[in-house]
């Protein structure tokens, strides 16, 4: 992140603090749009608990009035008998039974409101993840290598689970303001300015609280570069998937080392702050305290002089007691409600990201069959923030329906040149041709759709062997054959014949019953995946380089034979699998060095020539 950006952000404004109180009304309507009914019920229902308090302290003065009026008949009787039968404690017993009913449906009440709340927030943390995955799915390839976006996803993808807190806060303040209104009604006529008292004693705890929060959401803001370290270092250290070298290279103390650092570092910021909040807190609440105190030794004074009866004494007593809490809780909570919602601006924010490489307004349809080809015209590329030029004046042409491969040393751009004709990216210079049309004036799912790409990275889904190979199709995840013949012609069919449970069986060893497969095996899997597709262009980047010679050999030889009357382009260090190719262009730093036939490379005597011959010399 810029430092510009991070250091605004250490310590954010009281307007900033204010400004994101937008945030909730659009995360009201998120919840409203998740369950209509859920919102509904716990607003209805919390409505009704709210008004409960007042209720019941209430009937509890009214009870004290009427035992100290019994009290004072002076009737001489003891026994309870007595007592009952004179027919006098029907109102006391009464106003217990009220009472009593009142506590039991403020319970049950409760309950129900978190069943309520729970619920909602489940589903709504679904959805949430949903549109998050949505609009990820969306994102340039570029926004996702980008490790600012790779922050940000963080923050939002954190922001999915912790927001829910802030949905029971923000329900929870409603419910407490309708309370203390009903507590403040009741009062007003007592002692007007004992309440305007207890409000302001509260304000400095308000304040310090709001304060607190803000530099808390700045502290994690600022930290989630070293936080998402932190998670790799723990992953790094703990998976199925690094296991096995960080064993062998006794990596654990590294990791953990580095771990631990930071992890100081972290808290050790993080207590400093967790300190003051602490230290400044009790010291802003003791005011609040004092405030409550004055009120009730000027009720006590009142009562004392005869204004007030005893229930009265009671009932104002619990009233300030319950009115400071819960104004205490509405301040403080209304600070902490601003505090979440600057967190919910990265979810927000994330959304608000949009995709460049997109399709036109008014796109032309993909051409099927495609009649010319690709053409290359002096494309130049340069990944986000590198300083080199991956590919430059890159020119060249792939004709419809040719098997052209493709050469170069490491770093050659092979790689990139799929990438940008894929529209993974688009070109910073010069621009491709499909059928004499740019790429960029075609609709993009449609051109991607007709391109079948399979990279030397793959993903290695833990899903099961089907799965794996349907991913090339994955509407037809449930045409078996289509799988089966897709298996057959990459070699992958003998992988899977072997498998305890054949084309059900999951593999990778992340979940339970997985049985893992070798390098090789894996990449007749992921290469079955290119014969799923309907595609006009195929392109095999390198995914076999862990095959055996022989395979690898059958396996382009296949390619070759399947690829009759489809556009191809195959990647190989091997020069046995390249030379089956129609032509062959060689790259190096980014361009076009020389093109042809294996023959007429090998006739030339350039780069091509010395290549071959340096691999034809290790098998002499
Ligand atoms: N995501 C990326 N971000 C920044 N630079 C990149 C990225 N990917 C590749 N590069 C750089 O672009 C250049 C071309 O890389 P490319 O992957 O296209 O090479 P390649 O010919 O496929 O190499 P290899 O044979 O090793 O697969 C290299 O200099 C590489 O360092």
Do not use: C
Not at 157 to 170: C, E, N, V
Not at 467 to 476: C, L, S
Not at 516 to 530: F, P
Not at 564 to 582: E, N
């Amino acid at each position: 992140m810029p430092d510009t950006a991070r250091t605004r952000r250490t310590s954010p404004s009281v307007r900033e603090r204010f400004d994101a109180l937008r945030n909730l009304p659009p995360f009201l309507r998120q919840i409203w749009q998740t369950s209509r009914g859920l919102t509904l019920a716990t607003a209805g229902l919390r409505l009704l608990r709210a008004v409960l308090p007042v209720a019941m302290l209430y009937v509890g003065k009214l009870i004290i009035d009427e035992v100290v009026r019994l009290v004072g008949l002076e009737t001489g009787q003891t026994s309870l008998t007595a007592w009952w039968e004179s027919g006098l404690l029907s109102p006391l017993l009464g106003l217990l039974a009220l009472e009593f009913g009142l506590a039991v449906l403020s319970d049950v009440l409760g309950r129900i409101v978190s069943l309520v709340d729970q619920l909602l927030s489940e589903l709504f943390t679904n959805a949430t993840s949903v549109r998050l995955m949505e609009h990820a799915a969306t994102l340039d390839l570029e926004d996702f290598e980008d490790s600012e976006l790779q922050d940000r996803l963080d923050r939002a993808r954190r922001q999915t689970m912790g927001r829910m807190t802030l949905m029971g806060q923000l329900f929870g303040q409603a419910q407490d303001a309708v309370t203390i209104v009903a507590f403040a009604a009741g009062l007003v006529v007592y002692a007007p300015w004992l309440m305007a008292l207890l409000a302001i004693a509260l304000i400095p705890a308000f304040l310090g609280e709001a304060h607190f929060n803000a530099l808390n959401y700045s502290l994690n803001f600022s930290w989630t570069p070293e936080r998402r370290e932190l998670e790799y270092f723990k992953q790094t250290g703990a998976s199925v998937e690094t296991a096995k070298e960080v064993k062998i290279f006794g990596l654990h103390p590294f990791l953990i080392a580095r771990f631990r650092d930071l992890s100081a570092k972290f808290y050790a910021a993080n207590r400093a702050l967790a300190l003051r909040r602490a230290g400044w807190g009790s010291l802003l609440t003791m005011l609040g305290t004092l405030g409550y105190y004055v009120a009730y030794g000027y009720i006590a004074w009142r009562t004392v002089r005869g204004d007030f009866s005893i229930g009265d004494l009671t009932f104002l007593a619990g009233s300030f007691l319950r009115l400071r809490q819960l104004l205490e809780g509405l301040l403080v909570g209304f600070s902490q409600v601003a505090g979440q919602a600057l967190y919910l601006d990265d979810l927000f924010s994330f959304f608000e990201i949009q995709p460049e490489i997109v399709s036109p307004a008014n796109p032309r349809p993909v051409p099927v069959p495609m009649r010319e080809g690709f053409v290359f015209e002096d494309v130049g590329f340069r990944y986000p923030g590198a300083e080199r030029w991956a590919v430059r004046h890159l020119s060249f042409e792939l004709r419809a329906g040719e098997v052209l491969a493709l050469v170069g040393e490491n770093g050659a751009g092979k790689t990139t040149l799929v990438k940008l004709l894929a529209r993974l990216y688009d070109p910073d210079e010069g621009r491709i041709l499909l059928d004499g049309h740019d790429l960029r004036d075609y609709d993009l799912d449609e051109l991607r759709a007709q391109i079948g790409v399979i990279f030397q990275d793959f993903v290695r889904y833990h899903l099961t062997a089907a799965e794996n190979i349907a991913v090339g199709r994955i509407e037809a995840r449930d045409d078996r054959d289509r799988i089966v013949a897709a298996a057959q012609r990459a070699l992958a069919d003998e992988v899977i014949a072997k498998l305890p449970n054949g084309y059900d069986q999951v593999i990778g060893k992340r979940f339970r019953n997985g049985v893992d497969l070798s390098g090789g095996e894996w990449q007749k899997v992921a290469i079955a995946r290119a014969y799923m597709r309907d595609a006009q262009l195929l392109i095999l980047d390198e995914p076999t380089a862990a095959l055996d010679a022989r395979s690898e050999f059958e396996v382009f030889q296949r390619f070759k034979e399947l690829s009759a009357g489809r556009t191809a382009v195959l990647i190989s260090h091997r020069f046995s699998s390249v030379r089956m190719a129609d032509r062959i262009l060689v790259l190096a730093n980014g361009s076009v060095e020389a093109a042809g036939t294996h023959e007429e490379l090998l006739a030339a005597g350039g780069r091509y020539a010395e290549l071959f011959e340096l691999q034809a010399a290790g098998y002499r």
